[in-house]
């Protein structure tokens, strides 16, 4: 009942974001990043129900999600990034990192907004193929188009990160939207991949240091949102209070955009 009570008012809020931003009143937006570890939870159940209802109590515009499954067989070959897009009413794109279990396994995003062009930016590989997965949308109080990144770096070595981020600026250089970039960085602010964001004149969206890895106790501040061309307000940031439906914390932020 809860899970179908936070689809109803997820709803609703998605009715009256879409009225109020036809007349230009509302340029808010709402995000979620989530590593959700292709739906297992620290109980190791898997469960898409209740990674969809954590994502729903956010309201979110866009999300950035981490370790999805697509066709795999250890998540009983869901389709999990459409299956969580349905469950959610928003839109699905997902990038496929590598075959596995006679399925495919990468990342995904969800979007409220509707989805004007896809990419996908191949990344150096490390412990496993690696990619940025790219969609445009078109958000009230942007003149461009906004670009929402989603990324999920090498966990096992600072140098491979720094390589695959290196490769994701190379591969954006061209882009003068405004740009989010979301997701798991397995790296946290102190390591050479998010400095080299930083000099490159990215902002990393500030939480107060809140840990997001491991989700029982976090340890680890990995996960992050950083933008680029984007003058915001009335910023609200945290990490989500969620324990077992995966092994990381999701990340939400909301916001106001302006020129």
Avoid: C
């Avoid at 190791?44 to 109590?57: Q, T």
């Avoid at 999300?63 to 459409?82: H, N």
């Avoid at 090498?154 to 061209?174: G, M, N, P, Y």
Wanted: aromatic letters at 6%; glycine letters at 6%; zero cysteines.
């Amino acid at each position: 009942m809860r899970f179908l009570t936070a689809i109803v008012l997820l709803a609703l809020t998605q009715n009256s974001l879409a009225a109020e931003t036809q007349t230009g009143a509302h340029t808010e937006l709402r995000l979620v990043s989530y590593n959700i570890r292709h739906g297992v939870g620290m109980d190791n159940k898997l469960d898409l129900k209740r990674i969809a209802e954590v994502i729903a109590h956010a309201k979110p515009d866009l999300v950035a999600l981490q370790e999805v499954d697509k066709g795999v067989e250890r998540s009983d070959k869901l389709d999990i990034a459409s299956e969580l897009g349905r469950l959610l009413g928003m839109e699905h794109r997902f990038a496929r990192f590598m075959d596995l279990q006679g399925g495919e396994y990468g990342m995904a995003v969800l979007s409220r907004l509707p989805i004007s062009d896809t990419e996908i930016h191949p990344l150096p590989e490390g412990a496993e193929p690696r990619s940025a997965l790219e969609i445009r949308v078109s958000v009230p109080g942007l003149a461009k188009p906004l670009s929402f990144v989603g990324i999920h770096n090498d966990w096992t070595d600072e140098s491979i990160r720094t390589e695959q981020v290196s490769a994701l600026l190379k591969a954006l250089e061209h882009n003068d939207n405004p740009v989010i970039l979301a997701g798991d960085f397995n790296g946290e602010t102190s390591d050479a991949s998010l400095g080299l964001l930083t000099r490159a004149g990215w902002q990393i969206m500030n939480k107060q240091q809140q840990k997001t890895w491991p989700s029982d106790k976090p340890e680890q501040e990995i996960d992050f949102f950083l933008t680029r061309g984007m003058h915001l307000s009335e910023i609200k940031h945290s990490v989500i209070d969620e324990q077992m439906a995966s092994d990381h914390r999701p990340i939400y932020a909301e916001f106001k955009i302006g020129q």
